[in-house]
T-cell receptor
C-alpha cells in the first residue's frame, strides 16, 4: 500500500516559533509538493521539488522554506510562525507531471 | 492569471445522478484531475482527462472540453458514502510540475 506520511496530525505553535513539518513517501517518487488548504480557497501550492536538493516556489511561498536532502523526505519550514499560517498543510508526491498525486493525511497547524 | 471555478455546495438524493461542473482559465494546460476528499481525510484520485470526451470508471465518469475550458464529474447511483468534497485540478505546462486546484465542491447525499 503506497504511503505518504506526515509527521504530525495536529500541531499548536506560538507566534515567532520556527516550525518544521516533515513528509516521507515510500513510492520512490521524483516529485513532492506542499499545499495548504483553507476553507473557500482550496489547495494552494507553497513549494514543490522535482529532485533531491531541487525546489521551486509555488503560488504562496512567502514565509516558508523547504528542504529535500533525500528523495523520500520533503520538509516544510515556517521560519517565524504567524497566526495567518494557521491552516491544514498537505504533502503530496507523484511520479511525473501528469500522474495522480498521493497525499498525506495532513497536518492541522494552529499558531497562537 | 489562473482560475478554476466549481460550485461551493451541492445536495443530491441517494440513488440519483449528480453532475459537478468545473470551468478553468489557465495559461497552459496539460490535463485535468478530479479528486475526492472526505472530511478530515486526504484527497484521493478519481480521474484524469487529457483529451476531449468522456472517461468512464464504474459509477464515476469525467468529461473534458478543452476548447471550452470545461469539465464535469458525473456520479451515478449515489450512495451515502459519496458525501465528500470533490476537487477539480489542472496540470499546467508552463514549466515545472505545477498542478492547481479549485476550491472544491461539497456534495451532500441525503436519504
Amino acid at each position: 500500500d503506497v504511503k505518504v506520511t506526515q509527521s504530525s496530525r495536529y500541531l499548536v505553535k506560538r507566534t515567532g516559533e520556527k516550525v518544521f513539518l516533515e513528509c516521507v513517501q515510500d513510492m520512490d517518487h521524483e516529485n513532492m509538493f506542499w499545499y495548504r488548504q483553507d476553507p473557500g480557497l482550496g489547495l494552494r501550492l507553497i513549494y514543490f521539488s522535482y529532485d533531491v536538493k531541487m525546489k521551486e516556489k509555488g503560488d504562496i511561498p512567502e514565509g516558508y522554506s523547504v528542504s529535500r536532502e533525500k528523495k523520500e523526505r520533503f520538509s516544510l519550514i515556517l521560519e517565524s510562525a504567524s497566526t495567518n499560517q494557521t491552516s491544514m498543510y498537505l504533502c503530496a508526491s507523484n511520479e511525473g507531471q501528469n500522474t495522480e498525486a498521493f497525499f498525506g493525511q495532513g497536518t492541522r497547524l494552529t499558531v497562537v | 492569471g489562473q482560475n478554476i471555478d466549481q460550485p461551493t455546495e451541492m445536495t443530491a438524493t441517494e440513488g440519483a445522478i449528480v453532475q459537478i461542473n468545473c470551468t478553468y482559465q489557465t495559461s497552459g494546460f496539460n490535463g485535468l484531475f478530479w479528486y475526492q476528499q472526505h472530511a478530515g481525510e486526504a484527497p484521493t484520485f478519481l480521474s484524469y482527462n487529457v483529451l476531449d470526451g468522456l472517461e468512464e470508471k464504474g459509477r464515476f465518469s469525467s468529461f473534458l472540453s478543452r476548447s471550452k475550458g470545461y469539465s464535469y464529474l458525473l456520479l451515478k447511483e449515489l450512495q451515502m458514502k459519496d458525501s465528500a468534497s470533490y476537487l477539480c485540478a489542472v496540470s499546467l505546462n508552463t514549466g515545472g510540475f505545477k498542478t492547481i486546484f479549485g476550491a472544491g465542491t461539497r456534495l451532500f447525499v441525503k436519504a
